[in-house]
């Protein structure tokens, strides 16, 4: 096990560009989640897939905003044409696919990207 | 109003003081989950629990699903317990709604 990846660890960039950031799950993990966190708050939910079909977006993720999973392994965020407001950390987190309907199951999360927008 | 609400928002204590930390929630769930955040941003899970009570070392959750209540309590605090508890809720997709946390510190 070694743990959620997610490269890079930082990226700076001037408002207007696009980024994409990567994240590498837990190698058995079926479900990838990502969540933006701002400072002094806690994450929010942006996306999750269920091996590589993307199964739910939150309103946050405006359409500047996309994510892949294409073979169902690893996973991309990208952000088109940053505005200040994208300036957060964004965290991947996997997990098991549940073991019933309606078990869960804990979520791993990776160190995060830090997005600061120029 | 925040789905999830936790208090205190910033907690000082002194080295092995009885520290608890509370979080509500007004969403129906099916689990709920304690994480622990350092700075830097890694976050790690503490505790998943959908009822009653577990115990990790100096940590015990607990959870109320009635009252739509949980605590954190930590035994014996340690100056390495320093770091943001994260209270969050999930529902039956595992998508986890959390609160602002709880910054902890304490002083040897």
């Known amino acids: 096990d070694t743990g959620v990846s997610q490269d890079p660890r930082h990226k700076i960039t001037k408002r207007g560009q696009n980024v994409t950031f990567r994240c590498d799950p837990i190698?058995?993990?079926?479900?990838l989640y990502w969540y933006r966190q701002t400072l002094g708050q806690g994450p929010e939910f942006l996306t999750y897939f269920q091996n590589e079909a993307q199964l739910e977006k939150s309103r946050l993720l405006s359409d500047r905003f996309s994510a892949e999973r294409p073979k169902g392994s690893f996973s991309t965020l990208e952000i088109q044409r940053t505005e200040q407001g994208d300036s957060a950390m964004y965290l991947c987190?996997?997990?098991?696919?549940?073991?019933?309907?309606?078990?869960?199951?804990?979520?791993?999360f990776g160190d995060g990207t830090r997005l600061s927008i120029l | 109003k925040n789905e999830v609400e936790q208090s205190p928002q910033n907690l000082t204590a002194q080295e092995g003081e009885f520290i608890t930390i509370n979080c509500s929630y007004s969403?129906?769930?099916?689990?709920l989950h304690w994480l622990q955040q350092h700075p830097g941003g890694g976050i790690v899970s503490l505790f998943m629990?959908?009822?009653g009570k577990k115990k990790h070392g100096r940590l015990i959750a607990t959870i109320n699903i009635q009252e739509k209540h949980s605590s954190l309590h930590i035994t014996a605090s340690h100056p390495r317990d320093s770091a943001v508890y994260i209270c969050a809720v999930a529902d039956n997709t595992d998508k986890l709604i959390f609160g602002t946390g709880t910054r902890l510190q304490v002083f040897p």
């Open positions: 987190a996997s997990s098991p696919t549940p073991r019933g309907a309606y078990s869960n199951q804990p979520q791993h």
């Open positions: 969403v129906g769930i099916s689990a």
């Open positions: 629990l959908s009822s």
């Open positions: 190698s058995e993990h079926n479900r």
